[in-house]
């Protein structure tokens, strides 16, 4: 979704297959199955890059102490990808500025939160059992 007032009335998945197909994806009427299936390649694979930095971020700075440390630590870093994919990377990018918006930047600070918690999660059960437990 596009924020209110924006003029571009390209789908969002265009705006994001346009990074891997180049900008004339977004003059198309319609997205077809395989601007559909770029974007989500991009979006899965953005995705994944950053859980990992986020992941590489989390245990050295021991945010994974807590999920009350976690997820604010999560949510700041969804915040910091925000502003960068849409005030940094639109200098190359530049259709992703009509994407700016209030539901862009609740999704990008809601996939911080849920991949640290995530992460959290995971290194709990990769602990043995008896280690890390109060009892």
Do not use: C
Not at 74 to 96: C, D, E, K, R, S
Request: proline share 6%; no cysteine.
């Amino acid at each position: 979704m596009l924020p209110e007032g924006s003029t571009n009335k390209t789908p969002s998945g265009d705006l994001i297959a346009g990074i891997a197909l180049a900008r004339d994806v977004l003059s198309q009427a319609a997205p077809d199955a395989g601007i559909v299936l770029a974007a989500l390649l991009v979006h899965f694979m953005l995705s994944i890059a950053f859980g990992l930095i986020l992941a590489v971020i989390i245990a050295p700075f021991s945010f994974d102490s807590s999920i009350g440390v976690a997820s604010p630590a999560g949510a700041v870093f969804g915040l910091a990808v925000y502003v960068i994919n849409f005030y940094g990377i639109t200098t190359l990018v530049p259709w992703l500025a009509d994407a700016r918006g209030a539901p862009s930047f609740l999704a990008h600070v809601v996939f911080g939160l849920v991949a640290a918690d995530a992460y959290l999660i995971g290194r709990r059960e990769d602990r043995p059992s008896g280690l890390g437990s109060a009892g």
